[in-house]
């Protein structure tokens, strides 16, 4: 059997608005001796797609809701911040420890709604806030066609984000859009080994492949926001990184 | 940079109490060409271990609580396989959707306390269920040190189960037991590219080794219980997996 292997793409330049991921991608993965292969998958960090889109909330612009400004004073927080965590969210699920576990509109429960304040410069009096793509599948979807036609292959993308999570130490790799992959495998029906019905029926593919390039992509010190990840095969049928997300009924937890 | 390599190691076959899994692993390794190498991480599926350590309940052998056949009966389960999960827990955590979420004496919160009903062979009348190792790092820890003398090498091991989460659908791998790798990498004072202090402080490198794993791993069907990774380095230092287990009292979510 073949190895599946992790590349971590070095020298991707700090990503401004409006720049062409496709295209700068492309620059990274010829620098590193790579050249795209039907059934790759490029793993970029949440925090790149979302500079290239130009999602930033300048703090000065942002007046806090009498809500906001109390949230922030029980947490210790900015409360320009905790307002545009609100205005992200759909739910509050947790408030506590420096942190809001929030619903985001998108449907990922994640602290702060995801709305990141590292490795943000900071602006005129204030700094600013980086939120998440718009449409995280959809921006990967539309990155693998780029992708595509540039290098006449088809990959699969998947944008990862760092969650942390109840119960456990630690951040890891998460997948918050894809395109390509089979985010969610569907075990139903699958047998095992003495022919009784399996108990665990999916696994969260996309988040184990958003892990695993991580790995790699370590965090903001080595500036590695992109991987490759060659070998992996799936059957299983395509579906987005919103497969992900549990539906909020059926959802223990919330 | 190198890459990172991600073994599946074929042909290991079904595991009995007192089976000696260094070994089993070291003929798989021959069998898949692979010789092990400084640095190499070895993840075993946690059924293999408790198989090799025998962990086996015969439900014959139980004789349910009162506490045990009221949750049976409202969750549509054995009232046997309940009173084993509430006998290796220390706490419930959430009892629902034909699960219960408990915190297992070893302090890991997962579905049913970890215990498998799957891929177990049925016995006389009533079948048997498999326990988690007794001491997953202890068991990693030996492993490393039979391989490390056996192959005259010092590697990683982790064993690593699936487990559910939260808001997502889908499991994914995650280290139960660890020996002779970083599980949490801790970045307290790092910082990022425009030197403010970055929040998120550590990384679960463990399950992502185990994620990362898993994605070859497969399920029950593919009966591939062990893997190998190649090429991962860090210079943290070394922490079993009991260090990924958040204590309850910063635990926001018990």
């Known amino acids: 059997m073949q190895p599946v292997s992790?590349?971590?793409?070095?020298?991707?330049?700090?990503?401004?608005?409006?720049?062409?991921?496709?295209?700068?991608?492309?620059?990274?993965?010829?620098?590193?001796?790579?050249?795209?292969?039907?059934?790759d998958i490029l793993v970029l960090a949440q925090k790149i797609v979302s500079k290239a889109e130009g999602r930033y909330v300048n703090l000065d612009d942002v007046t806090p809701s009498a809500r906001a400004r109390e949230l922030a004073a029980e947490l210790?927080?900015?409360?320009?911040?905790?307002?545009v965590v609100l205005g992200e969210s759909?739910?509050?699920?947790?408030?506590?420890?420096?942190v809001i576990v929030a619903a985001h509109k998108l449907g990922l429960v994640?602290?702060?709604?995801?709305?990141?304040?590292s490795n943000i410069s900071h602006g005129e009096g204030g700094g600013r806030v980086l939120l998440l793509p718009r449409d995280p599948d959809g921006s990967a979807a539309a990155?693998?066609?780029?992708?595509?036609?540039?290098?006449?292959?088809?990959?699969?993308?998947?944008?990862?984000?760092?969650?942390?999570r109840p119960w456990r130490n630690g951040?890891?790799?998460?997948?918050?859009?894809?395109?390509?992959?089979?985010?969610?495998?569907?075990?139903?029906?699958?047998?095992?080994?003495?022919?009784?019905?399996?108990?665990?029926?999916?696994?969260?593919?996309?988040?184990?492949?958003?892990?695993?390039?991580?790995?790699l992509m370590g965090q903001?010190?080595?500036?590695?926001?992109?991987?490759?990840?060659?070998g992996f095969r799936s059957t299983a049928p395509e579906r987005p990184a919103a497969a992900l997300i549990r539906d909020r009924k059926r959802d223990m937890f919330r």
């Open 6 to 39: 992790l590349h971590a793409l070095a020298g991707i330049p700090l990503i401004e608005p409006g720049d062409d991921l496709a295209t700068i991608i492309g620059a990274a993965l010829r620098d590193n001796g790579l050249a795209l292969a039907d059934g």
């Open 76 to 83: 210790g927080k900015d409360p320009r911040h905790v307002e």
């Open 90 to 98: 759909d739910e509050l699920v947790k408030v506590g420890q420096h």
């Open 110 to 117: 994640m602290a702060n709604a995801g709305i990141d304040e």
């Open 143 to 164: 990155l693998k066609a780029r992708l595509d036609a540039a290098h006449g292959v088809s990959v699969g993308v998947v944008i990862n984000d760092s969650f942390g």
């Open 171 to 215: 951040v890891v790799g998460v997948a918050i859009g894809a395109a390509g992959i089979p985010s969610l495998v569907d075990r139903v029906g699958a047998v095992d080994l003495f022919g009784r019905e399996l108990k665990v029926t999916e696994i969260a593919t996309a988040d184990e492949l958003a892990s695993a390039a991580s790995l």
């Open 220 to 230: 903001a010190a080595e500036a590695m926001p992109a991987a490759l990840i060659r």
